[in-house]
C-alpha cells in the first residue's frame, strides 16, 4: 500500500433532525429529537444538524435541550442568510450555523425575487454577522447543481474569503449525475481551499453515487439523513453511503456499523415512516432469502448471496417458507426449532407450504410448523402461553385500555396497559406480561381486509423479533380485529419460546 491508497477519514453529517424532519407530514417534539439526538451521538455520527431553529420555539427548546445534553457530537442548526435567522440560532445556545440561499437563477427569479448581486451581498452579510458572534459557519448554496458554475464559484469563494469555515454544495433536487458532482467538487475545492461536503437528494435514485463522487473528488464530509428521510425522495442514506464506503471503497469513518439498524428502527418509529422492506442495509428483507436455489447457497456459505455479513449492520439473517423455498431452506428453518424429518417427511411438507402459497398467502413460521406438526404426527408443539382472557375500554374520550389475561406453565398472570388504540394497548399489556420470560419487540403489524363490510374477515400478520434477533411471524383472522391481533402476538410468541428453548438445549416435551 503506498500513501496515496491510504484514504482520509470522511465525516458524516447527520441531518435525519433537520432535512429528514422535513418528510411531509414528520414532526418530533423536543424529547423526542433529543433521543434521536442521543442515538446518532452514540452510533458515531460527527456532526447533528439539530434543527432550524427559526422555525418554531419547539424547535429552539429541542436544540437547546440537545446542547446542553453534551454530546460528543458537534451540534449544528440551519439558519437563512439573515440577521433574524442567525440570532434566534444564538439564542438556540447553538455554536455552529448551516447557512444556506439559493444561487440557481430559477430560484433568484422564482422564488427570492432578487439579483446575483444581492444574494452574494446576503451570503457575505451573513457570513460576516455570524463569524462577528464567534460561530463556526458551513455555507450551503442551495439549488447548487443548477447553478451558474461561474457564479457558484463566485459565491463560494467570496464567503470563504469572508471567513466561512465549511462549504456545502447542496444537490437540492437531486438533478446532479456523479460527474457533475465530481467536477463541482474539485472546483470548490479549489476555489475556496476550505473543506467541502456535500448534501445530496435522492430524486433521481442517485444520491448515495453522487455523495460517494463527492468523496472521490475531496469531499471531507456528506450531509445523510438515517433511512433517507426528507423531502420528496429523500436524502442520501446514511446507512447506504457509510456501508458502501466502507465496503466498496475503504473510506474510513467513524460510524459504529452494528448500530445501523437499531437507530433505523428507533427514527422509523419516531417519525412514523416505515421503511420499505426492500431497502438496502435497513429493509426487513435486506438479509432475508426464500428462493430454493438462493438458501442451498447461503447454508453452503453465506457470501454466495449476502454481500455482508448481516451481523456487521446489526441484523440477523432469517429464511422464508414459501413458493420458491426449496428442501434445503425449509430444513433449515425446522433445524432452528430442533424438528426432525425424513426426506420423505420434509418433501411432504414442502410440498404442502407451496400449494398453500400457490393460493397466494405468505407462509408465516407458524404455517410451517402447523404443517410440519401435521405431516409429523406425533410432534404436538407445545404453547406456553396461553389466553384466558382479557377486556378492552375504549371511546372518544377515554384513553384505550386493555387488561390481559394469561397463562403461563400453569400460572395466571394479569396485566393492563394503555394504548394509542384497543390493539395496541391489548398487544403492550401482553408484552408486559411476557417481560422476563420472552422480550420481544413488534417488528411488524400488518392488517388486511379479506372480504368487504363492515363484518369483513379480517387477517392480522405480525412479525416479532427477540433479544437474540430471531424474527418470528405469526397470523391469526376473525371477525375481530382486536381478537385476532392478540392471538397473532401470543401465537408468535409461543414459536420465539419454542425457538429459545431449541436453542439454550432445553427439551421442548
Ligand atoms: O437541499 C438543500 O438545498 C438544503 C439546504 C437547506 C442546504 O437542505
Ligand atoms: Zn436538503
Known sequence: MTTSDIKKKIRIFDTTLRDGEQTPGVTVSPDQKLEIAMKLDELGVDTIEAG???????????????????????????????????????KSDLKYIHTFIATSDIHLQYKLKMTREQVLEKAIYAVEYAKKHGLVVEFSAEDATRSDIQFLNKIFKSVAETGADRIDIPDTVGYSTPQYMSRLVSEVADVTGLPVSVHCHNDFGLAVANSIAGFQAGASCAHVTINGLGERAGNAALEELVMACQCLYQIPHNIITEQLYDVSKFVSSA??????????????????????????????????????????????????????AGAHGIKAILDEFGIT???????????????????????????????????????????????????IVTGLHIIPTAVVKLNIHGK??????????????????????????????????????????????????????????????????????????????????????????????????
Not at 484 to 492: K, L, N, P, T
Open 52 to 90: 432550524f431553529p427559526v422555525v418554531s420555539p419547539g424547535e429552539v427548546e429541542a436544540i437547546r435541550k440537545i446542547m446542553k445534553q453534551g454530546l460528543k457530537a458537534e451540534i449544528c442548526g440551519l439558519a437563512r442568510t439573515t440577521q433574524n435567522d442567525i440570532d434566534v440560532a444564538l
Open 341 to 391: 424429518a425424513s426426506d420423505l417427511q420434509l418433501k411432504e411438507i414442502v410440498e404442502k407450504q407451496k400449494s398453500i402459497a400457490d393460493g397466494g398467502k405468505s407462509i408465516t413460521t407458524s404455517d410451517l410448523l402447523s404443517i410440519a406438526s401435521e405431516v409429523l404426527k406425533n410432534k404436538k408443539f407445545d404453547e406456553n402461553f396461553k389466553l384466558n382472557d382479557f377486556h
Open 271 to 324: 417519525m412514523g415512516i416505515i421503511v420499505q422492506p426492500n431497502k438496502a442495509i435497513i429493509g426487513e428483507n435486506a438479509f432475508g432469502h426464500e428462493s430454493g436455489i438462493h438458501t442451498h447457497g447461503i447454508i453452503n456459505n453465506p457470501l454466495t448471496y449476502e454481500p455482508i455479513s448481516p451481523e456487521l449492520v446489526g441484523r440477523k439473517r432469517w429464511m422464508q417458507a414459501g413458493k420458491h
Open 412 to 509: 395466571d398472570f394479569i396485566a393492563s396497559e394503555t394504548g394509542v388504540g384497543p390493539v395496541d394497548s391489548a398487544l403492550k399489556a401482553i408484552q408486559t406480561i411476557a417481560h422476563g420470560i420472552a422480550n420481544i419487540k413488534i417488528r411488524e403489524y400488518k392488517l388486511d381486509s379479506i372480504t368487504g363490510g363492515s363484518d369483513a374477515l379480517a387477517e392480522v400478520s405480525v412479525k416479532v423479533e427477540d433479544k437474540e434477533g430471531n424474527i418470528i411471524s405469526a397470523r391469526k383472522s376473525g371477525e375481530d380485529i382486536v381478537v385476532a391481533s392478540v392471538q397473532a402476538m401470543i401465537d408468535a410468541i409461543n414459536k420465539t419460546m419454542l425457538k429459545k428453548m431449541i436453542q439454550s438445549g432445553e427439551p421442548t416435551k
